[in-house]
């Protein structure tokens, strides 16, 4: 006896497929495209669109997928099917129109009859008793495509779409929460992204819990790469402010017109670009920080309106006379020597003393090698996943040679070296080659006892020294200073010394 092909409808095709989509597509979009492309195909209708409710919406809805319906069409076909379309919603009953044009309620209406259209299906879409939107479709070739016998179908099929959108409606949503809940948690928990148990670290944890429950200003000292923006994070988020605003601004990286927009806002007309009104960071910071990365690099124009800031809590947005006040805690950092930038008149004195009335140094890596270990399989938690999730560690070699480098990177250098091996690494444990790291041929101390057994004077070693910080940092006297523990006017005074020893 042959085996019999058991002919499955069209419809029961459809449901299943639809079935389906609850559990395959959980963007609302492809979703809604998806849906939209088998009623259509089901019942064979020419063109059709969704419609979803808005309540920011004037008539709470609004069109969300359209098929076979370009854009210069969507509204003139919108406004065709409103009677339609209305009545779906108000009633919650479907509306099947098999010959349009001779329906005794809508087809005499005009709209239907200039757009020749035959054949109209329209279903709610429904959430037990509460309608979401509705499908809406039409067909302008045949008469009598749409027929009663399509009803149940259609009903079926809209009942489980109506499961899928809110489905999709609803995971989007959660997605969304979840990510701004994850930022911040990763936000108020600024402690946990600070990694560190040397004593350099906890002497800065113990300094940041001082600062948690009053509003001084701060001023971070720190090289590039050590986490200064980490640090005021920190402040804030474990703070009484952290229920307001944190905004950073890195203060090097504008024009001296287009910061102080950034800063205290602008009025419409200004200046060319100022088309609207727009209130600057101390504003929009109210109650909250604001963090000024870089301050050394302010002009003195900048600085004299960030000094009137921190004296009288008062802004004024560029092209405007009227004064607003603001209550901002103002945290700021540094990678330049501020005390040798009044020295060589390009900081104000005064504003220095209201900025650093708390001091915080983030300290070098070099200054912290023990946490050398931590962060490194910190970050290669971060980066090792998916694919190179098989990385497990480091060998030992690796290790040693990290902690005998003096990353002038900081922190920001060691990270960038981890996520580097763990993309080029070919084994389960990142080896030493893997770091690419170069280490000093010879250690310097090696050097400088050298020229002591040569019989070299102690100025001679200083300028070795100096020369040395110097190559190391690629010829930074700020980094240079920092590292050596003195000011960048010595370093200076002691290059112009060399330079005129030298003819």
Known sequence: MEDQKIEIPASLEALFEIALQINSIQEAETLLDRVLEIATTSIQADRGYILLSNEEKSD??????????????????????????????????????????????????????????????????RIKRRQIGAIYMDCLTDRGRFKQDNLPFLEAFSNLAAIAIENARFYNSLRAENSQLRKEIQQINGFDEIIGQ????????????????????????????????????????????????????????????????????????????????????FEVADGGTLFLDEVGDLSSSIQTALLRVLQEGEVKRVGETKVRHVDVRIVSASNKSLEDLIEEGVFREDLYYRLNTIPVSTPPLRDRIEDVPLLANFFLDKYAKGRRSHIKGFTHEAIEVMQGYHWPGNVRELQNTIERAVVMTSDDLIGKNDLKIKLPEKPLAHKYRKSAERGATLKHVERLVVEDALARNNGNVTRSAQELGVSRSWIHLRLKEWENSNP
């Open 198 to 281: 040397s004593p350099a670290m906890r002497e800065l944890f113990d300094v940041i819990t001082r600062l948690l429950d009053n509003d001084a200003s701060v001023l971070i000292h720190g090289e590039s790469g050590t986490g200064k923006e980490l640090v005021a994070r920190a402040i804030h988020y474990n703070g009484h402010r952290k229920d307001k605003p944190f905004l950073a601004m890195f203060c090097g990286a504008l024009p001296d017109t287009l910061l102080e927009s950034e800063l205290f806002g602008h009025k419409k007309g200004a200046f060319t670009g100022a088309n609207t009104d727009k209130p600057g960071l």
């Open 60 to 125: 709470g809805f609004e069109v969300k997928s359209t098929f076979n319906l370009p854009n210069d069409q969507l509204g003139d076909i919108v406004n065709v099917s409103t009677s339609v379309v209305h009545r779906v919603l108000q009633t919650g009953d479907p509306v099947i129109l098999y010959e349009a044009m001779e329906d005794k309620q809508f087809g005499l209406a005009r709209s239907i009859v200039v757009q020749k259209i035959r054949s109209i299906a329209c279903v709610p879409l």
